[in-house]
């Protein structure tokens, strides 16, 4: 299946002076909107809107106050932006200066202006049985991701309980809450007892203002969903390591076992304006953008970064 192209060669935000990370993409009044982790310093969202994916504005980054203690003090990350009945939901995670993480929520009527976004607080914090999440101590609760599921909203995040790091679940009716906490919807990984930094963010360091990303080595990540070809597909990374998604029946699985899909980590996938699905993912620390396409060879279909899939004679045999 061919796709309409943007009218660039290479689809995406790619900012100078500034570096992106966790991202998400809207749709408002005749522009994407894209909202970021801004580095350095991971202290506010860069904020731009593009009409073609190709050429971006860069507007006033947003959240920008840090509050002494606030559950974002220290760093707000990985914003995800849920769009119903003219609202704006953003839930992003809050940070606070001993690391404890949270999923804080802004609203707006009106994302044309930055300043609009305006603060509701926390509204998402572990407590299924088995979880190790508590205040004052690095407590792993971030990179919300939100879909309306029917008359449910279900809210997909990265943790560490007791079995290990794993793709977390809760479900409200409302968008503000309250949430029910189901824990792991994959099977948990194995965490190691030491953590390390970010070795990508190393360019930023020079910088004051920069925030190192501990990060325990494997725990799955920046999850999002789509439903497709009657299945969902739950993609995720291992930080450091590589995006993989997961197809399943239902928004909670089973779930098949992981495959590996590249290039590029924290996959967001959306559907454009035209009705062709696209990913969006980071390169180098900006954000790329390329078709999502299917391989209808495999049964569910799998999906492909790409504008063409070439089918060759193995998966046919295969399927």
Not at 55 to 62: D, F, K, R, V, Y
Request: net charge negative.
């Amino acid at each position: 299946m061919l796709f309409t192209a943007p009218p660039c060669q290479k689809p995406g935000w790619f900012p100078t002076g500034f570096g992106l990370k966790d991202h998400t993409i809207f749709w408002h009044a005749g522009y994407y909107y894209l909202v970021s982790i801004y580095l350095p310093g991971e202290a506010q969202f860069a904020y731009g809107r593009s009409t073609d994916l190709c050429t971006w504005e860069t507007l006033a980054p947003i959240l920008t106050e840090r509050r002494a203690g606030s559950w974002d003090e220290y760093a707000v990350w990985a914003p995800h932006v849920f769009v119903e009945n003219g609202v704006y939901y953003m839930y992003y995670t809050g940070v606070t200066n001993h690391y404890t993480q949270s999923i804080l929520l802004a609203t707006t009527t009106n994302p044309a202006e930055p300043a609009s976004w305006e603060e509701q607080g926390v509204v998402f914090q572990p407590d299924h049985p088995g979880d190790n999440w508590q205040a004052g101590q690095w407590a792993d609760c971030r990179d919300p991701a939100v879909f309306r599921i029917g008359p449910q909203l279900y809210l997909y995040y990265t943790a560490a309980d007791e079995t290990g790091g794993i793709i977390g679940l809760a479900t409200a009716a409302d968008p503000a809450g309250p949430w029910r906490d189901w824990g792991t919807v994959i099977d948990p990984v194995s965490l190691p007892s030491i953590s390390r930094e970010d070795p990508g963010e190393a360019a930023w360091q020079s910088s004051a203002a920069y925030m190192p990303s501990r990060i325990q080595t494997n725990i799955p990540e920046s999850a999002t969903l789509f439903y497709a070809h009657s299945s969902y597909y739950l993609f995720y990374h291992y930080s450091g390591g590589d995006e993989v998604y997961r197809i399943g029946p239902s928004p909670a699985g089973p779930w098949s076992k992981p495959r590996t899909i590249a290039p590029g980590w924290a996959h967001e996938v959306w559907t454009d304006q035209a009705g062709q699905v696209y990913t969006s993912y980071l390169t180098s620390y900006a954000v790329t953008i390329s078709p999502l396409t299917w391989n209808m060879a495999f049964d569910p279909p799998r999906p492909f970064i790409g504008s063409q899939v070439f089918n060759t004679i193995l998966p046919l045999i295969l399927r």
